[in-house]
């Protein structure tokens, strides 16, 4: 069934694919715990990572295969626009770097493993909780597909296709069975280790191709000519090499709003707490912005694509376009095809991490604030590692009949919704490790709220191709503007929650509405690691 | 106990219209307080914290690099200039950090 397959890139992929999955599984074995049933052993390492080891970890997280195939599309596709992923990823951490280290002190205090285990600990509400769980799964699932997407632009390029299902999936599945084995055994500690390998592939492969592409393709200047040329013969308005009036408001809160949802999410939340120490966390805040200028320099191979002719595989639908196949077919028109198959694996690898990462994320919601919560409230440690490694299974089937029974695109459009409806934990879970003013209730509301708007705008958004959920851009003339401005719609929803949930606090405040309990003290946000921790009873917890 | 930097920022919360000390004021206490717990310093306060701000605000002013002249090495000035912010966000961290480093570690 697979007849067009390069043979060299494929072996070169397939060798480091195997490797690397060796790796997951010796991983069970690499800085032994005394057991590993426990779910700060399978979810969280240990709590032990170092400063390096959270650095490849969180970097090899936050930075997936997707967002290397997607961004340099974005920029193929858009131009500047796309470029907006390197302030994203340039804000986000000194703008992280004091909230971080109060999530991980409070968590390391309590036995917290997920961002809905501190709402729960700091609001005291089981149904706020729920709500942040839920949110967390639901927009995880998705990301997950997304993962998928990437390995499958590689394996499209590859030759790995076809007609009937069976032969376009079939790797895929093949693929993420090996990963469901591996997280199930080793859990956070297989993609810890195995996200040094995927972090140097990457690497090498940038390093490379950003010396020798402008060499054959004449130097930036001719990259950046050929992009520019495109992009004024093209009809639409919003592309081109800047920024113009109407798309400079979409640049900006695009940028901050993704900024605000990234350490929102459950997985990068399990990588964070998975660090040792609060130094861990300040020193990989400065260190991380490494993976920020790979990033961009990986963005613009979307240009260098245009000035190589680069056109893109046909998409699931006939007729359309896959541009995230650009990248790959990059690299296969311009290397010999062993250094194809090199940076195949690296986007490959680069999936895996990710995917494993934030399988145990949801697999950790699900155990804590749904199993633990409601269905079995006396649960041991290990029935919740033994828990959290089942739900890890499920949630990969679930991420791969997104990806086999729905359209690709579909998985797109969720994940896009995803950063907007991640934001609207920001209340409970950022604001709350700072002050917790807000009513229970008023959270709740102001997270329908958000919700419920954020969804509406987003489903609004259409382009020439496509009616409802084309993009997060929203038109700001919806609202009755007279401009043809677009602002991201995550960031506009989160503002509404914001609104929501302090009038609400005010209200429920008037009302005298009963309060949650809060099981955390003031000291607990700054206990580090050589200080008494574990999971006690507010009132016997000990002041630093 | 140990030694901390001065008064100043304590946390991005301040920059928000809230306080702690203020708000907590109208709750019927539900936490059970120990004897120094909300009195106590705030570890992490530092003036240096202010820092962070700049290399979050920067990058978002559009204006000053929607622009393709003056260019570097064949970029136009949106793409180097972009690029040239992670420097800032590493150096204003790296920086906080060695500031507010406790001392004696």
Partial sequence: ?544 | MRDFAGPGLVSFAHILPFRKEALTMGEPAPTPSSPDGDRAENPDRSPWNWLLIIPVVVPLITVLFNHSTPKLFGFPLFYWLQLAFIVLGVGATTLVYQLTKKRGR
């Fill in chain 1, 1 to 544: 069934m697979w007849k067009n397959v390069n043979g060299v890139e494929f072996t070169v992929f397939a060798v480091l694919f195997v490797a690397v999955s060796v790796m997951g599984f010796v991983a069970a074995k690499w800085r032994r715990p005394t057991t590993m049933e426990h779910l700060d052993e399978w979810g969280l390492g240990g709590r032990s990572f170092g400063s390096w080891i959270t650095w490849f970890l969180v970097g090899g997280d936050l930075y997936t295969a997707y967002t290397f195939v997607a961004v340099p599309a974005l920029i193929f596709g858009a131009g500047a626009t796309g470029f907006f992923a390197v302030p994203y990823t340039v804000i986000i951490y000194p703008m992280v770097f004091l909230i971080l280290v109060r999530l991980w002190s409070v968590s390391k205090k309590h036995g917290l493993v997920t961002p809905a285990d501190f709402v729960r600990a700091r609001f005291g509400s089981p149904t706020l909780a729920l709500l942040i769980a839920v949110t967390g799964i639901v927009a995880t699932m998705p990301y997950i597909a997304l993962q998928l997407v990437g390995i499958e632009s590689v394996l499209k390029t590859v030759g790995l296709t076809g007609d009937s299902t069976l032969a376009r999936h079939l790797p895929i599945i093949i693929a993420f069975a090996i990963l469901a084995a591996y997280t199930y055994q080793s859990g956070l500690r297989a993609p810890a280790l195995i996200a040094f390998v995927k972090d140097a592939l990457i690497y090498i492969v940038i390093l490379v191709a950003i010396i020798a592409l402008p060499a054959k393709l004449g130097g930036w200047d001719a990259i950046f000519g050929a992009a520019q040329a495109k992009f004024d013969k093209s009809p639409a308005v919003t592309d081109g090499i800047l920024l113009n009036a109407n798309n400079q408001l979409q640049y900006i809160t695009l940028a901050l709003g993704s900024a605000l949802a990234l350490f929102l999410y459950p997985h990068s939340v399990t990588g964070v707490l998975a660090s040792k120490n609060r130094s861990v966390i300040k020193r990989n805040m400065s260190a991380l912005p490494a993976y920020s200028l790979m990033l961009g320099l990986l963005a613009l191979l979307g240009y260098a694509a245009i000035a190589a002719k680069i056109t893109p595989l046909p998409g699931a639908k006939p007729g359309t376009a896959d541009n995230n196949t650009v990248v790959p077919l990059l690299f296969h028109s311009q290397f010999p095809s062993w250094f194809a198959g090199v940076a195949f694996a690296a986007i490959g690898i680069g999936a895996l991490v990710p995917a494993a990462i934030m399988s145990i994320a949801a697999a950790n919601l699900f155990t804590r604030n749904i199993y633990r919560e409601y269905l079995n409230k006396d649960a041991t440690p290990a029935q919740e590692a033994k828990v959290s490694k089942i739900a890890s299974l499920v949630v990969k089937v679930g991420a791969l009949l997104c990806i086999v029974l729905l359209d690709p695109q579909f998985s797109i459009d969720l994940q896009l919704i995803g950063g907007v409806i991640i934001l609207q934990t920001l209340p409970a879970v950022a604001l709350g490790l700072f002050t917790r003013w807000f009513h229970k209730g008023a959270l709740i509301a102001g997270w329908a709220v958000g919700m419920g708007l954020g969804l509406w705008m987003v489903y609004t958004v259409s382009s020439a191709t496509r009616p409802h959920w084309a993009g997060s851009a929203f038109s700001l003339s919806k609202l009755g503007f007279d401009t043809k401005m677009t602002i991201y719609a995550g960031f506009v929803a989160v503002l509404a929650n914001l609104v929501i949930a302090v009038l609400g606090t005010f209200l429920l405040r008037a009302l005298k509405a009963p309060e949650g309990q809060d099981a955390t003290q003031r000291a607990d946000y700054f206990t580090d690691e050589d200080e008494p921790s574990g999971s006690v009873a507010p009132t016997e917890a000990a002041v630093a």
